[in-house]
């Protein structure tokens, strides 16, 4: 079963950002563009509600923010649903500890999901990733930071990502109204 998300990703800067944005519009196939707003939910896992241009959806990430791959749980909602899905958390005794708003680009390239994002107040970011299955996530992995290198991106370390996403989750509410 393809139930393992394998990904890679960068920060960027906005330059690197539009010239990846213009590769991918002329060398990838375009699926979408699209507008998220993510809450994070307090609690032991990657819990997590999205509405964004064409659903809403609970979300449940296994394993730890950042890593290289985790299992996934979608469960796919009407988009005016996503205050109810709020409400039912709250409800369940669960906090917000993020709100992220991010647009992103979204491609598909060989064979691989490209994203090409920019989030208030945290930044830009490419990231590609690849449903696998759990024998494959090493081998899917080496090929995806292979595709990162052929693209001029050099792989954005762990720890920066942990360092960077704490910072943002001490100081959201102060960055996103500062990048309006």
């Not at 800067?13 to 707003?37: C, G, M, P, T, V």
């Not at 292979?146 to 943002?168: A, D, M, N, S, W």
Request: aromatic share 16%.
């Amino acid at each position: 079963m393809k139930n393992i998300e394998v990904e890679v990703r960068s920060f960027i800067s906005k330059e690197k950002y539009e010239e990846l944005l213009n590769f991918f519009k002329r060398k990838a196939k375009f699926l979408k563009e699209d507008y998220q707003i993510t809450y994070y939910f307090s609690g032991n896992n990657d819990l997590r509600i999205q509405k964004n241009n064409f659903f809403s959806k609970i979300w449940l990430k296994k394993g730890k923010i950042h890593d290289k791959y985790r299992e996934e749980i979608e469960i796919i909602c009407k988009r005016e649903d996503f205050e109810k899905l709020y409400e039912l958390f709250l409800a369940l005794g669960y906090e917000v500890e993020i709100k992220w708003f991010r647009k992103r680009h979204a491609f598909e390239w060989n064979g691989i999901n490209v994203m090409v994002d920019y989030t208030k107040g945290y930044g830009y970011i490419i990231e590609l990733e690849k449903m696998c299955s759990d024998e494959e996530k090493e081998s899917v992995y080496e090929e995806l930071k292979q595709k990162l290198i052929q693209l001029g991106v050099k792989l954005t370390p762990k720890e920066e990502f942990e360092k960077k996403f704490e910072y943002y989750k001490k100081n959201w509410k102060k960055l996103i109204k500062e990048s309006s």
